[in-house]
């Protein structure tokens, strides 16, 4: 069974900067490609970010590309998603998650149903 536990979110004015992290248990971490998603009041979860099982390649959603980085550490097992010139319009619950086949390169969007494992998120504020 793998667990993932994300942290970092929290309250930060407009332009501000976060850096949430997830940590995932288990040995074969750094077989697969992991991604962020939000969901925002009311809205339907989205895709943010997601980067390669090797680090190499990413991905990321029009809105968030130019100011959020996606990285990981597999030997500390740490995917993280740092955040800048945050919007009003970035508050949300942000999950973690693994995608359910190995080796993935991630060159387009990842897709939820495609996710096996999920974090229970953490939520940001962006308040101006």
């Known amino acids: 069974q793998v667990q993932l536990v994300e942290s970092g979110g929290g309250l930060v004015q407009t332009g501000g900067s976060l850096r949430l992290s997830c940590a995932a248990s288990?040995?074969?971490?750094?077989?697969?490609?992991m991604g962020w998603f939000r969901q925002a009041p009311g809205k339907e979860r989205e895709f943010v970010a997601g980067?390669?099982?090797?680090?190499?390649?990413?991905y990321y959603a029009d809105s968030v590309k130019g100011r959020f980085t996606i990285s990981r550490d597999n030997a500390k097992n740490t995917v993280y998603l740092q955040m800048n010139s945050l919007k009003p319009e970035d508050t949300a619950v942000y999950y973690c998650?693994?995608?359910?086949?190995?080796?993935?390169?991630?060159?387009?969007?990842?897709?939820?149903?495609?996710?096996?494992?999920w974090g229970k998120g953490t939520l940001v504020t962006a308040s101006s």
């Open positions: 288990g040995r074969t971490f750094s077989s697969y490609a």
């Open positions: 998650a693994r995608e359910r086949a190995k080796w993935g390169v991630v060159v387009t969007p990842l897709n939820e149903y495609d996710m096996d494992y």
């Open positions: 980067i390669s099982w090797h680090g190499f390649t990413t």
